[in-house]
């Protein structure tokens, strides 16, 4: 027998900046970072992917994100203490200094097919430090500075 496939992958891609100035630990949807995949059949899982640049205002406390599924965050950490649980983080090398964070996670949840599934990521940060998403080491719009692009992705994977 062959199996016939045809690729259901639906991609979100983020290229302007956002800024949260004082998050206070509360999670905010990123806005661009949102998608919505419908599965085909009813025994898919649906791999999520993301590469986000993000920054702070400080080096010590990095930015965290978590996935999210039709409202309710996803692969998440195990609780310890008062540490927040979240998907993946971003580590800056230092303040307003930019970097790449992401990860892949295989949703097993089940799914129904002919039904949408939406996918987003949200982003928080310690106290009022600030979260910038694609903004590049400086504000100011010289060539010495440059600015990354975010995406989220959904692949349908057939069982």
């Not at 970072?33 to 010590?60: G, R």
């Not at 983080?89 to 939406?118: F, K, W």
């Not at 500075?145 to 994977?157: F, M, P, V």
Request: with cysteine.
């Amino acid at each position: 027998d062959s199996i016939t496939y045809t690729p259901n992958i639906v991609q979100a891609v983020k290229t302007d900046t956002f800024a949260q100035l004082s998050p206070n630990a509360a999670w905010f949807d990123i806005p661009g970072l949102s998608l919505s995949i419908t599965p085909t059949s009813s025994s898919s899982k649906v791999l999520i992917s993301a590469d986000v640049s993000s920054t702070s205002n400080s080096a010590y406390s990095p930015t965290r994100f978590r996935f999210v599924r039709d409202g309710v965050g996803i692969a998440l950490a195990d609780a310890d203490g008062t540490t927040e649980q979240c998907s993946f983080t971003g580590s800056n090398a230092s303040a307003y200094s930019p970097c790449s964070g992401g990860m892949s996670y295989l949703d097993s949840t089940a799914v129904v097919a002919g039904t949408p599934v939406v996918y987003k990521i949200q982003v928080s940060n310690y106290s009022n430090l600030s979260i910038y998403i694609n903004r590049g080491t400086n504000a100011t719009t010289t060539t010495q500075y440059a600015r990354a692009i975010s995406t989220l992705i959904a692949t349908e994977i057939p069982q």
